[in-house]
Nanobody
Framework: QVRLEESGGGSVQAGGSLRLSCETS????????MGWFRQAPGKAREFVAR????????DYADSAKGRFTISRDNAKKTLSLQMHSLKPEDTATYYC??????????????WGQGTQVTVSS
């Protein structure tokens, strides 16, 4: 059974840092593009960052550039998101996601349950 499980969320003050992790199982992690998305209350889910299977190519939303770093450990089958300089507008539930097809980094169709990040001013 394929599983994505996020952890590491919490409450921090503006300017603080958090590191999110996503543990995976049930599939060959190293073959799949992975991503982070987030959803704030009353808003649609939005893309944050993605990383290609080998980990050599990454993309970020403009809101994440320069502050967030996505990474993966293919041996441990884990995905991470290091977040610095957090802002109140980063408050959201953050989701780990898997690409729709092996090697493809377009659409994502498998999601974890999410982890809450709350940033206070």
């Amino acid at each position: 059974q394929v599983r994505l499980e996020e952890s590491g969320g919490g409450s921090v003050q503006a300017g603080g840092s958090l590191r999110l992790s996503c543990e995976t199982s049930g599939y060959t992690f190293s073959n799949w593009c992975m991503g982070w998305f987030r959803q704030a209350p009353g808003k649609a889910r939005e893309f944050v960052a993605r990383i290609f299977p080998a980990g050599t190519s990454v993309d970020y939303a403009d809101s994440a550039k320069g502050r967030f770093t996505i990474s993966r450990d293919n041996a441990k089958k884990t995905l991470s998101l290091q977040m610095h300089s957090l802002k109140p507008e980063d408050t959201a539930t953050y989701y780990c996601a898997r690409g729709e097809l092996p090697g493809a980094c377009g659409e994502f169709d498998l999601w974890g349950q999410g982890t809450q990040v709350t940033v206070s001013s």
